[in-house]
């Protein structure tokens, strides 16, 4: 078979699941059902049982993947839309996403550090908490495994979707500033994109958070690599 | 006509990328292009030089369906199934405790400095 044919199957069939699985989840709205969560699942499930390879799903795959900058551009028009709202909380929502960075790193580092993992996997934990393109230009600056720190940033992402009904609960969060900044500090892109779904508002304070803690982290996990591990 | 239009709009992100990418790579910044390329079409908008009606269908579009664009990176993870199946394992935990305790004190936080600050208001 071509790379051509093999393309459009696997973009038809992630964009056939996603279509699916949005419908389940407008439906049942449960986070369990989210999407991403979803349909990367059952893509892998299937690819496993096939025993095709990651790369060959990837032929078609990078055709989906190229939009993933473009969306993260659109992202400010959220950011546009509520600015005004938004600058009359900076110094909240600063604090907070300050708090969320440090706590990234060094909770990363300090738990690995007591299971007895070496420095090559702490060093690809460090940025699980941004997003995947600063998450990787950040490894590549501490020499790290690169593909496993983007895996961590996947792990963050997901995993804080599901925790985040739990999460919010346990940490009384019920504003949504509190809301919004603990998904994007936490989950960056993949936690926007989910809470986008739910309210614009949380979705744009979210969308700060993601990029300011990937700014603050960028600047801050050296120094703290460097006390800490 | 939509669908032109939302691939020129699609278009003029690519060109924000470009120059987020160009931006980044010329001053060594660790902060990617595509971030970069927010804050410039943020500050487009802010100082009204580009009119959000010009960008409307494609970026709407792009963002209703956010999630979609990140699901080819997240099958990626099926390449580290063998890591995770021994002692790493307690890597995914400390990610995901790690994950909520950011979530949670980060949060907390904010809404607790959110809290004060309308008290005062009332005062």
Known sequence: ??????????????????????????????????????????????????????????????????????????LAIPLYNHYERLKQLAVPILAGILVGAITGVVSGILFAKAFGFE????????????????AVSIAETFEGPIPLAAVFVIVA?????????????????????????????????????????????????STIAMVLSAVIVSFIAPILVMLFL | ??????????AFLYLLLFLGNAVQDIFQLSIPGSV?????????????????????????????????????????????????????ILLLVVTILSTALVMGLSGFVSERLVKRKEVQQYE
């Open chain 1, 1 to 74: 078979m071509n790379d051509f044919i093999i393309g459009i199957m696997a973009v038809s069939a992630t964009l056939g699941l996603y279509g699916a699985a949005l419908m389940l989840y407008r439906k049942k709205k449960s986070p369990l059902l989210q999407p991403i969560l979803v349909v990367s699942a059952t893509i892998i499930i299937v690819l496993l049982l096939f025993r095709i390879p990651y790369e060959t799903y990837m032929i078609g795959g990078q055709w989906i993947e190229v939009l993933m900058g473009p969306a993260v551009i659109a």
């Open chain 2, 36 to 88: 970069l390329g927010m804050l410039f079409l943020f500050f487009l908008l802010k100082s009204g030089i580009v009119k959000l009606d010009w960008i409307k269908e494609g970026t709407s579009l792009l963002l209703k369906h956010l999630t979609l664009f990140f699901i080819p990176v997240t099958v990626g993870f099926m390449e580290y199934l063998d890591l995770f199946s021994g002692r790493g």
């Open chain 1, 157 to 205: 992402g997901i995993s804080g979707v599901l925790m985040s009904p739990f999460i919010y609960k346990l940490f009384r969060l019920k504003h949504p500033l509190g809301r919004g900044i603990g998904m994007g500090s936490a989950s960056h892109a993949i936690g926007t994109a989910a809470m986008m779904e739910q309210s614009e508002l949380e979705g744009s304070i």
């Open chain 1, 119 to 134: 420095r090559e996997l702490i060093l690809a934990l460090v940025p699980k908490s941004v997003t995947t393109p600063v």
């Open chain 2, 1 to 10: 006509m939509d669908f032109i239009r939302i691939i020129l709009h699609i």
